[in-house]
Nanobody, 119 residues
Framework: QVQLVESGGGLVQAGGSLRLSCAAS????????MGWFRQAPGKEREFVAAIGWLGDEYYADSVKGRFTISRDNAKNTVYLQMDSLKPEDTAVYFC?????????????WGQGTQVTVSA
């Protein structure tokens, strides 16, 4: 059974940074793409970033230049470094396996971790 466990969310002031982690278990993910989505209150879930199994990276325009996705295949873990955070980045962030880049679907989802950015 696939499990994705996110951590690293929290409360931060605008301009600050957070690093999200997602530990995957249940199968080998080294040949799978992984990524992050987010959902703010009252809004649709949206794509944030993805990383292919060869390390190719994809970002939503809203986070490009501020967020960096990376992975450690030996640890089955994917990271999202979030810098220059803005209040509009406030959302629940979900880790995924095989995300549709700039879409809304993925094969597996974590439970999510809350990120709150205060003005």
């Amino acid at each position: 059974q696939v499990q994705l466990v996110e951590s690293g969310g929290g409360l931060v002031q605008a301009g600050g940074s957070l690093r999200l982690s997602c530990a995957a278990s249940g199968r080998t993910f080294s040949t799978k793409s992984m990524g992050w989505f987010r959902q703010a209150p009252g809004k649709e879930r949206e794509f944030v970033a993805a990383i292919g199994w060869l390390g190719d990276e994809y970002y939503a325009d809203s986070v490009k230049g501020r967020f960096t996705i990376s992975r450690d295949n030996a640890k089955n873990t994917v990271y999202l470094q979030m810098d220059s955070l803005k209040p509009e980045d406030t959302a629940v962030y979900f880790c995924t396996v095989n995300p549709v880049v700039r879409g809304k679907a993925a094969d597996y989802w974590g439970q999510g971790t809350q990120v709150t950015v205060s003005a």
